[in-house]
């Protein structure tokens, strides 16, 4: 594996798009101390304070057409769920997709990009960004009170590299359940840790927004969502 390292960069996402392109082997990652313009989801800032959290973009290339990318988002959301309750014994929340909640706070949010053709993934760019040692201060004001982090949570100060190589292991562990035994035994899990189910949920996509009861997922990852009119999307 490749490890890439930066003090800081702009973001760790295009330094891996490009590592992948040149045909960096499955595993590689790129972790930074600092980013100075992080990715969020749906074209948000992902604020990335210097030496306070995990900065890191995994390449994985899974023999899985493009169709199941959305299921291996929610792998990953368990992966470093499981990784967070090993290192700092704290059971974090995953709100769908794949946001990770402690006390309903967001403490990590990932990024899921494809390299892919019509029929194959060649490789996915999953950027993941755990809020580690911050303090409340550390965040900007109009987040500090929907964020938090491991330590604000625990009062212990975290070894980010601990946690670097307990996200890698899981990651690993769960990238080849899912790809030996497809997306049920995960689907199970993601579950377990979710917040999401039976709560009443608004959904914005790609091309609509709905309202109503989170039912579960289904065998494609999919959000079932009831609205009022007893409908089921999903
Ligand atoms: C979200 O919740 O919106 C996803 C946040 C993803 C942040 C990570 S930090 C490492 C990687 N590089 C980025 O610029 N973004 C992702």
Request: contains cysteine; proline residues 4%.
């Amino acid at each position: 594996h490749t490890i890439h390292y930066e003090v800081s960069c702009p973001s760790t996402q295009p330094i891996a798009h490009q590592m992948a392109q040149s045909g960096a082997p499955d595993g590689s990652i790129v972790v930074c101390e600092e980013q100075t313009a992080g990715k969020g989801r749906m074209a948000r800032v992902w604020t990335s304070t210097q030496g306070k959290g995990i900065w890191m973009s995994v390449i994985i290339r899974p023999e899985i057409p493009p169709t199941k990318a959305p299921q291996f988002t929610l792998v990953a959301a368990v992966a470093v769920t499981r990784a967070i309750e090993d290192i700092a014994d704290v059971r974090a929340e995953i709100k769908w997709p794949n946001d990770l909640l402690i006390n309903g706070k967001k403490c990590t949010g990932i990024l899921t990009e494809l390299q892919a053709d019509m029929d194959r993934v060649h490789a996915i760019i999953l950027g993941i960004g755990v809020n580690v040692n911050q303090q409340v201060t550390d965040f900007p004001e109009e987040i500090q009170s929907i964020a938090t982090s491991i330590q604000m949570v625990t009062g212990k100060t975290v070894d980010r590299a601990e946690l670097v190589a307990r996200i890698l292991h899981h990651l690993e562990i769960y990238t080849d359940l899912y790809v030996m035994h497809g997306f049920e035994p995960l689907k199970i899990l993601w579950e377990s840790y979710s917040c999401t189910l039976g709560k009443r949920i608004k959904a914005i996509m790609i091309h609509q927004q709905i309202e109503g009861l989170a039912l579960g997922i289904t065998s494609e990852g999919i959000l079932q969502v009831k609205t009022d009119d007893g409908q089921i999307h999903g």
